[in-house]
């Protein structure tokens, strides 16, 4: 009797302890832009619905197993940059001299500890360099030639920058320069609504209540003079504090950079109070659209609330979490 008591308390205590679990997520996104309907087909609509659900499904699996949210977000930003459809490793968009730079982020929302590369051509997966120079260097950032000698160093996979050739991104570099080719470039972009751009991104919570952010891409088709957009630039296309929200931010750079929207919608809700989800829609809606500047952010919050905002007709992302089946969406209306 006094036995079955005992059994039942103690599983009375297990199904507590088990319904207190602190919450894990993951929101990656593919890229924000004047995506619609009428321009892909249903098997271009799939294939991006796909390759999201892979990386969430990946990156999930990581949080469910115990590992941390910078592992997740890693592999979920890995496995979006090896597949050619998204702006970002494999698929990149071509500079202005028909070649590829890259950059990438990496930061950890309970230490604050950063890494980032720009203008990278050689390393296959731009992330795992940003991982390496927060885990392994002194420093935050590191760009061009240097970046690549550390890559070196750190032994990461080299490729020859062809590696990132894709045939439409070539197509698009084309159609930029005969439509725009003397133009300077802030004008050109402002000029071309079909502006190509893309990025990929991730942001988690894991079991610990630890977040993280990710954030890795090509940069803008015809971009010059080794152009850095926001994506390497800690606080405005990636950002994790743990005391207040994860950010991986896509959109036109320029923009991002000179209104740092991921540090910009962390402080607020730090210092006003404002959920990360109020404070993303008010920094994108109301601060960043008036301003001309189009893209979108996907993030995470302490409590692990998952959540996305953006001023483009689409935004390739996805998102699952303890309380959030998986599910991913293209266009503005999905
Ligand atoms: N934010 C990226 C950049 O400006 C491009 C993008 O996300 O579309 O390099």
């Given at each position: 009797?006094?036995?079955?008591?005992?059994?039942?308390?103690?599983?009375?205590?297990?199904?507590?302890?088990?319904?207190?679990?602190?919450?894990?997520?993951?929101?990656?996104?593919?890229?924000?832009?004047?995506?619609?309907?009428?321009n892909l087909s249903?098997?271009?609509?799939?294939?991006?619905?796909?390759?999201?659900?892979?990386?969430?499904?990946?990156?999930?699996?990581?949080?469910?197993?115990?590992?941390?949210?910078?592992?997740?977000v890693v592999k979920a930003v890995t496995i979006l940059e090896?597949?050619?459809?998204?702006?970002?490793?494999?698929?990149?968009?071509?500079?202005?001299?028909?070649?590829?730079?890259?950059?990438?982020?990496?930061?950890?929302g309970a230490t604050r500890n950063a890494g980032a590369v720009a203008g990278v051509k050689h390393v296959k997966n731009p992330i795992l360099l940003a991982q390496k120079v927060m885990t392994e260097s002194v420093h935050v950032?590191?760009?061009?030639?240097g970046a690549g000698q550390f890559a070196l160093e750190q032994g990461l996979e080299q490729v020859d920058n062809?590696?990132?050739?894709?045939?439409f991104r070539y197509e698009a570099l084309k159609r930029m320069k005969a439509a725009q080719g003397s133009l300077p470039h802030q004008a050109a972009v402002a000029a071309d609504p079909n502006?190509?751009?893309?990025?990929?991104?991730?942001?988690?919570?894991?079991?610990?209540?630890?977040?993280?952010?990710a954030t890795s891409t090509g940069g803008m088709t015809g971009k010059r003079y080794g152009r850095i957009g926001d994506s390497p630039i800690i606080g405005s296309g990636n950002y994790a504090d743990n005391s207040s929200c994860a950010v991986?931010?896509?959109?036109?750079?320029?923009?991002?950079?000179?209104?740092?929207?991921?540090?910009?919608?962390?402080?607020?809700?730090k210092y006003q109070g404002l959920s990360?989800?109020?404070?993303?829609?008010?920094?994108?809606?109301?601060?960043?659209?008036?301003?001309?500047?189009?893209?979108?952010?996907?993030?995470?919050?302490?409590?692990?609330k998952l959540g996305w905002s953006f001023n483009t007709p689409g935004m390739y992302r996805g998102m699952i979490g303890s309380q959030q089946p998986l599910t991913t969406a293209i266009f503005a209306e999905d």
């Open positions: 009797m006094r036995k079955t008591v005992m059994a039942a308390a103690l599983t009375a205590v297990f199904s507590t302890a088990a319904v207190a679990e602190s919450p894990i997520g993951l929101v990656i996104h593919g890229g924000a832009g004047t995506i619609e309907r009428a249903a098997e271009q609509e799939q294939a991006y619905h796909d390759g999201l659900r892979l990386a969430l499904e990946q990156g999930y699996a990581v949080l469910q197993a115990g590992g941390s949210s910078i592992d997740a090896d597949n050619p459809l998204f702006n970002a490793g494999k698929g990149a968009v071509y500079t202005w001299d028909e070649q590829h730079e890259l950059d990438a982020s990496i930061m950890e950032m590191l760009s061009g030639e062809s590696y990132f050739n894709t045939e502006w190509q751009m893309g990025t990929v991104g991730a942001v988690a919570i894991d079991r610990d209540g630890n977040l993280a952010a991986s931010a896509t959109g036109h750079g320029e923009y991002f950079i000179r209104y740092q929207v991921a540090s910009d919608i962390c402080a607020r809700v990360a989800q109020d404070a993303a829609d008010t920094v994108i809606q109301q601060v960043l659209l008036p301003a001309g500047g189009t893209g979108g952010v996907i993030l995470v919050d302490a409590a692990g």
